[in-house]
């Protein structure tokens, strides 16, 4: 048995790591301020774990020692990462410079949920972990990608200086249960949209592509990353490779609500990227890791937790 630091737990994937890290037996210690999170999330589990409300920018409590910590603590989507972008970017990087110090201090694994926004609006098209991005430094979007590329800096000269065990993945947008309804992500928009019957919100022209992976499968790799030998630092892609447009996403929400709704079209965010793909050749090779859940029977099952909620 370990005992596991997840900051971000009660969020979406933050929840679903932690149910899976206490069916394998582990001590589960929770820090979440609850900007995005929600405590519904983690009720089911409230009496099996230690759960800290705080903010990681501020300086962290007394919480003893950690085997490993998972930083999962960031706002996701791209509304809430802008609505306050200053704080954003020091949950970044204040908050990975702390957990960096209590992995030093302990000698804990420290695995960061970094993302391809790091790759920003890509040139080089499927993006492989040695390509180095197109990232608008001073955007709209740059609070979260400059944040994310600078925890990564971050974690890499902790581990050349001080040998701190590091995991870092690139996460391609993922999806699922637990989603928030009102997190602007676009799978849970669609979904939400078109169970109220009303006009899905595509932005732009729709053409823009994205690789929407399932979060049973990406929690699988977090814990294959965690759990591989110490010289696989990453960078690592995680992400389901098979590419949609907005409009093919759109078709196969309705196909799953079983609702023919209308489209509407609005203008596409500023910097948003056109095009997202991962190759994920190191995961394969490195963790024995590929994603199982193909998106139809991903979108059934997150409609379904929709449903359920309604
Ligand atoms: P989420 O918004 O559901 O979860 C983030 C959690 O972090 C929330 O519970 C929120 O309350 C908490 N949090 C935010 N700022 C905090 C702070 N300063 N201090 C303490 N807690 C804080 O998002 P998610 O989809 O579960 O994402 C989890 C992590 O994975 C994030 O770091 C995100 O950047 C990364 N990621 C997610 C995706 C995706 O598609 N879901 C893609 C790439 C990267
Ligand atoms: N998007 C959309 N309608 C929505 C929400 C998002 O068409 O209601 C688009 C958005 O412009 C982007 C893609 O869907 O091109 C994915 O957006 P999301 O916010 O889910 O993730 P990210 O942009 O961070 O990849």
């Known amino acids: 048995m370990k005992r596991i ?3 971000g737990g009660a969020g979406f994937l933050g929840s679903h790591l932690i149910d899976r890290l206490l069916e394998q037996g582990h001590e589960i210690v929770c820090v979440d301020n609850l900007l995005t999170g929600s405590l519904k999330n983690i009720e089911h589990v409230v009496d099996a774990i230690t759960f800290i409300q705080h903010d990681i920018t501020e300086p962290l409590p007394e919480l003893g020692m950690f085997d490993d910590i998972y930083n999962l603590a960031c706002p996701a989507s791209p509304v809430h990462y802008q609505a306050n972008p200053i704080h954003t970017f020091k949950t970044s990087i204040l908050g990975v410079l702390q957990l ?3 992995a ?3 000698g804990a694994r420290i695995l960061q949920a970094s993302t391809s926004e790091v790759y920003g609006d890509p040139i080089v098209h ?3 972990e040695e390509y180095w991005g197109h990232v608008n430094p001073i955007g709209i979007r740059s609070c979260y990608d400059e944040g994310k590329r600078g925890a ?4 890499f000269d902790y581990a050349r200086m001080y040998d701190v065990p590091i995991k870092v993945v690139r996460i391609f947008n993922t999806y699922g249960p637990r989603m928030d309804a009102r997190d602007g992500r676009v799978v849970s928009n669609f979904i939400v949209q078109s169970l109220q019957d009303k006009p899905l919100t595509v932005y732009g022209d729709g053409q823009q592509t994205r690789s929407f992976c399932y979060v049973d499968d990406l929690i699988e790799g977090f814990l294959r990353m965690m759990e591989s030998p110490k010289e696989v630092t990453g960078p690592i892609n995680l ?4 590419e949609f447009t907005m409009l093919e996403l759109a078709e196969k929400v309705m196909k799953w609500t079983q609702n023919t709704t209308e489209l509407k079209f609005l203008p596409l965010p500023e910097d948003d990227p056109k095009q997202r793909k991962p190759v994920i050749d190191e995961a394969k090779r ?6 199982k859940v193909r998106l139809d029977e991903g979108i059934q099952k997150t409609v379904q937790y929709f449903k359920d909620r309604s």
Do not use: F
């Open 5 to 7: 630091l997840v900051t």
């Open 100 to 102: 960096l110090e209590l």
């Open 104 to 106: 030093k201090k302990y």
């Open 126 to 128: 499927p993006q492989p």
């Open 152 to 155: 990564e800096t971050l974690l």
């Open 239 to 242: 992400g389901n490779p098979d």
């Open 286 to 291: 490195l963790l024995n890791w590929s994603p």
